[in-house]
């Protein structure tokens, strides 16, 4: 399978590296990014490398959108006649399957992708849409997204925003809230490391008791609460403070954030 990214970016990164650990050949993938500082890091690892796709040396069998929103239209126009033989995979967040088809003359092969930054580390969730008609799309898409972790299709592509606010913003909100927990332990008189290390290893252990077990997560929760207790006194709070709101809140914020990008950038072609 041969593989041409157009950007050179973290998620990019993750899908190379996952790639060339499933056995990928260097000389069948290649990157296009103008920046030479992103193309030398994909040079170094024995990829081609180019700020345009007319210097490819070869025709891809795939070729992975993966600049941010408002570049898109531009980075399809500007390379539009070299991807039209291919199954296109967009890891853009926001722009629908439609806008990239109209930016193609109709292009019937797309998918489009939400991963999210685990990927970097073979851990991703990604939510997928599959946009093509061509048979065999479907798992072409598979064997490139499975390189960096789990993935689950969704039905509708309406279901991709969802996705992105969920699990494609969701390291943010972790990341947040560890670091809430380090604040609060530092505040209560623990030194940084033991501070990172124990809100750390709490939401580590805590996540993979979760996926182990089959029960709820409130049910886990109500194991480790005791009526009165330490545990009960800090949910109680959050209760007062309706944390569990404001998180969900937020989450169908990023929601319609996403859909609002493909009013913003995923306009028909001029």
Not at 14 to 32: I, N
Not at 59 to 84: R, T
Not at 202 to 208: E, I, P
């Given at each position: 399978?041969?593989?041409?990214?157009?950007?050179?970016g973290?998620?990019?990164?993750?899908?190379?590296?996952?790639?060339?650990?499933?056995?990928?050949?260097?000389?069948?993938?290649?990157?296009v990014?103008i920046?030479?500082?992103?193309?030398?890091?994909f040079?170094?690892?024995?990829?081609?490398?180019?700020?345009?796709?007319?210097?490819?040396?070869?025709?891809?069998?795939?070729?992975?959108?993966?600049?941010k929103?408002?570049?898109?239209?531009?980075?399809?126009h500007?390379?539009?006649?070299?991807?039209?033989?291919?199954?296109?995979?967009?890891?853009?967040?926001?722009?629908?399957?439609?806008?990239?088809?109209?930016?193609?003359?109709?292009?019937?092969?797309?998918?489009?992708?939400?991963?999210?930054?685990?990927?970097?580390?073979?851990?991703?969730?990604?939510?997928?849409?599959?946009?093509?008609?061509?048979?065999?799309?479907?798992?072409?898409?598979?064997?490139?997204?499975?390189?960096?972790g789990?993935?689950?299709?969704?039905?509708?592509?309406?279901?991709?925003?969802?996705?992105t606010?969920?699990?494609?913003?969701?390291?943010?909100?972790?990341?947040?809230?560890?670091?809430a927990?380090?604040?609060?332990a530092?505040?209560?008189?623990?030194?940084?490391?033991?501070?990172?290390?124990?809100?750390?290893?709490?939401f580590?252990?805590?996540?993979?008791?979760?996926?182990?077990?089959?029960?709820?997560?409130?049910?886990?929760?109500?194991?480790?609460?005791?009526k009165?207790?330490?545990t009960?006194?800090?949910?109680?709070?959050?209760?007062?403070?309706q944390?569990?709101?404001i998180?969900?809140k937020?989450?169908?914020?990023?929601?319609?954030?996403?859909?609002?990008?493909?009013?913003?950038?995923?306009?028909?072609?001029?």
């Amino acid at each position: 399978m041969k593989v041409v990214f157009i950007g050179g970016g973290n998620m990019a990164l993750a899908l190379v590296s996952g790639l060339l650990e499933q056995g990928a050949k260097p000389g069948d993938l290649s990157v296009v990014d103008i920046s030479v500082e992103a193309r030398e890091k994909f040079e170094v690892m024995g990829l081609s490398v180019s700020s345009t796709f007319s210097d490819v040396n070869f025709v891809p069998d795939v070729v992975i959108l993966a600049v941010k929103p408002q570049h898109l239209k531009e980075a399809v126009h500007s390379h539009a006649s070299s991807l039209k033989n291919s199954l296109i995979i967009s890891i853009v967040a926001g722009i629908p399957v439609a806008s990239i088809a109209d930016w193609l003359d109709d292009h019937e092969r797309i998918v489009r992708v939400m991963p999210n930054t685990p990927a970097l580390i073979r851990a991703g969730v990604s939510g997928m849409y599959n946009g093509s008609k061509t048979i065999g799309d479907r798992e072409l898409a598979e064997a490139v997204v499975s390189s960096v972790g789990q993935y689950v299709w969704c039905e509708t592509e309406s279901l991709i925003d969802a996705v992105t606010a969920v699990s494609g913003s969701g390291p943010a909100y972790v990341f947040y809230f560890i670091e809430a927990l380090e604040t609060a332990a530092l505040e209560l008189g623990l030194t940084q490391d033991a501070a990172r290390l124990l809100s750390l290893e709490t939401f580590l252990g805590a996540s993979r008791l979760a996926a182990r077990s089959e029960e709820a997560p409130s049910v886990l929760r109500n194991r480790v609460t005791s009526k009165g207790g330490t545990t009960a006194a800090a949910l109680g709070s959050f209760e007062i403070d309706q944390l569990k709101e404001i998180i969900v809140k937020g989450v169908k914020r990023a929601n319609s954030r996403s859909t609002e990008l493909a009013r913003d950038y995923g306009g028909k072609k001029a």
